[in-house]
């Protein structure tokens, strides 16, 4: 009975309510937690450089805790991602703005589109780098050139996604409600507003996941402070505890904030969409149009 | 009263030609501002580096369209080719690793279960991510954008191999068993057919995506390529190099996207055909 789990809830002599709860979607996603956790620590017999789960723990509670990590370095956790975190919304507000702008002017106007469409799609399939690279060759090592990579990286994706949401209104609804008499404010609540939400949520999402991306490059590459640059601190110094425990800050942080806040906040946004159709799209994570 | 069947040719074929006018002047319409779209980027541009006054700043579109056929005259297909061989590996390994990912998720529940949180994470880590670890692992070597582009582009064709395997037609399996057709038969006509086309969706979805990574690799691990390129005229700050060296890229990409991937897609699903064409 105790050795039994591990043959993953499949041996014969499995007692019945072990293996309901190791064959369940809680116990299955909770095995493959252990197993990476397992497949990690192992590695780190084979290839000894690498940090194991509990070093890097260990590292994660000092930076975060503030004490020292030998000598005079301590842990500066708080004051990193602070300035990331300032940095990175300054420059998300600026690129989503712009994006929701012109995103506007490019599904409402056919003459908007051919002018601004173009551009939009060199500027998707332009590498989040090479504004990190370009933002510090302008402005220096200053807190302009992160601020405006993040812009950068995401406004196209939000102006694709919202002109794509303004294209979407249907004119028969639009010419049903005026024929009917809803007035001008009722139209633009309940067809305009409800039509594009949705989008505009899809596009601040993609916006997020590559200004994420962004800042952590700029940071990584011309920045005196940040995720970015102490991630980098640590990769510089042969720490490699320190490079994988920030790895993980940042990848935690990425897909708390996408996964579970913005999907559950996108699927509010859709509520009046047919739910089984809506849980269908987003349980698969289509990570359709995501940049690097 | 009765009207002749010429009248009548002659009429449709007036409103024929009124609306291929029409039709023919919207559509000049919309190349003229295609074509005032560009004028108006480049325009912009010019006036920005012409206001600036500083080529290490933003180059005037002259200075970089000369950078540009310097590049072509030089070992451009070089260092492209170079590109795309790893970048074109690394979606072999992608593919190698993702589609018995994906048959697995997609054939049980459990392994379903099982792979949903790791491959959701996986299509979430930032591309920075990768390129630092493949340098880490490989050094300086034709293998580390291989890695990165593979592991970048594992989790969209393991999601669409998974949705190909669950949408696969029960009853022409049924069918074809009860006809007596091998398991092996069935693998090969209809289960193969049906999931193809999902992991090349997987390939097209991560297309970008992958290129982005593989130069991103370059940038840190490779003395070839694109992004070493992009990255030695930064450190050099030779801007009229970085940006033509950006264009070029993102003009062979999308040409890339459009040319090859459209063709290959044709190809691949020839046999649907009948299919669009009801």
Do not use: C
């Not at chain 1, 043959?7 to 979607?25: E, Y």
């Not at chain 1, 989503?96 to 908007?112: D, P, Q």
């Not at chain 1, 601020?147 to 004119?171: D, E, H, K, M, Y």
């Not at chain 2, 970085?242 to 003009?251: Q, T």
């Amino acid at each position: 009975m105790t050795a039994a789990p591990l043959a993953l809830g499949k041996g014969p002599g499995t007692p019945g309510r072990v293996r309901r709860i190791l064959t369940s979607s809680q116990g299955a996603q909770a095995t493959a937690i252990v197993v990476f956790i397992g497949a990690w620590q192992l590695l780190t017999l084979v290839a000894t450089r690498v940090p194991g789960p509990v070093e890097v723990t260990q590292f994660l509670y000092t930076e975060i805790t503030g004490g020292s990590h030998g000598g005079i370095i301590t842990g500066q956790f708080a004051e990193h991602f602070a300035v990331t975190l300032r940095h990175f919304s300054i420059g998300l507000f600026i690129g989503f703005t712009a994006g929701l702008l012109a995103g506007v002017l490019v599904g409402s106007f056919v003459i908007a589109r051919a002018l601004l469409n173009d551009t939009v799609l060199v500027l998707l399939a332009m590498p989040a780098f090479v504004w990190a690279f370009l933002t510090t060759m302008w402005f220096g090592i200053d807190w302009r050139a992160p601020v405006l990579t993040v812009a950068f990286t995401a406004f196209p994706f939000v102006a694709v996604n919202v002109a794509q949401g303004v294209r979407s209104i249907t004119p028969e609804l639009k010419n049903m409600s005026s024929a009917f008499g809803v007035s001008r404010w009722k139209q633009f609540k309940h067809l305009t507003v409800a039509a594009v939400t949705g989008y505009i949520f899809a596009g601040l999402r993609f916006a997020i996941i590559v200004g994420w991306n962004g800042i952590l490059l700029s940071e990584w590459f011309s920045g005196q402070s940040g995720v970015g640059f102490r991630t980098r601190y640590w990769f510089d110094a042969n720490r490699y505890r320190g490079f994988v425990g920030w790895v993980i800050v940042f990848i935690v942080f990425i897909v708390v904030l996408d996964r579970m806040i913005l999907n559950r906040l996108q699927a509010r946004a859709f509520r009046w969409r047919d739910p089984v159709e809506v849980k269908a799209e987003l349980s698969n994570p289509d990570f359709d149009q995501v940049g690097a | 009263m009765t009207k002749s069947v010429s009248e009548v040719v002659a009429r449709g074929q007036d409103n024929l030609d009124q609306a291929q006018r029409i039709a023919a002047g919207s559509r000049r319409r919309r190349y003229m501002a295609v074509v005032v779209g560009w004028v108006g980027f480049l325009g912009l541009w010019w006036a920005l580096s012409a206001w600036l006054g500083s080529e290490a700043r933003l180059p005037s579109p002259p200075r970089v369209f000369q950078e540009i056929l310097i590049i072509l005259e030089g070992d451009f297909w070089n260092q492209f080719w170079a590109s795309i061989v790893r970048v074109g590996a690394g979606f072999v390994a992608a593919v190698l690793i993702g589609t018995p990912l994906g048959f697995a998720m997609g054939r049980s529940r459990y392994w379903g279960n099982f792979l949903q949180a790791p491959v959701v994470v996986a299509g979430s880590i930032p591309g920075l991510t990768y390129a630092v670890m493949a340098f880490v692992v490989f050094g300086i070597s034709f293998w580390g954008p291989v890695l990165a582009v593979g592991l970048i582009s594992m989790p969209y064709v393991a999601i669409n191999v998974a949705e190909g395997v669950r949408g696969v037609d029960r009853g022409l399996i049924d069918m074809s068993t009860s006809y007596g057709r091998t398991e092996r038969q069935v693998f090969r006509h209809v289960v193969v057919p049906s999931v193809l086309p999902f992991i090349f969706a997987g390939v097209r979805l991560s297309f970008s995506l992958a290129w982005k990574v593989g130069t991103l690799t370059e940038v840190f691990g490779s003395s070839k390529g694109i992004g070493f390129q992009v990255r030695r005229n930064f450190q050099l700050f030779n801007m009229p190099a970085v940006i033509a060296w950006v264009l070029l890229f993102i003009v062979f990409m999308l040409l890339l996207e459009r040319l090859v991937l459209v063709r290959m897609e044709r190809r691949l699903f020839r046999w649907r055909q009948w299919e669009r064409d009801q």
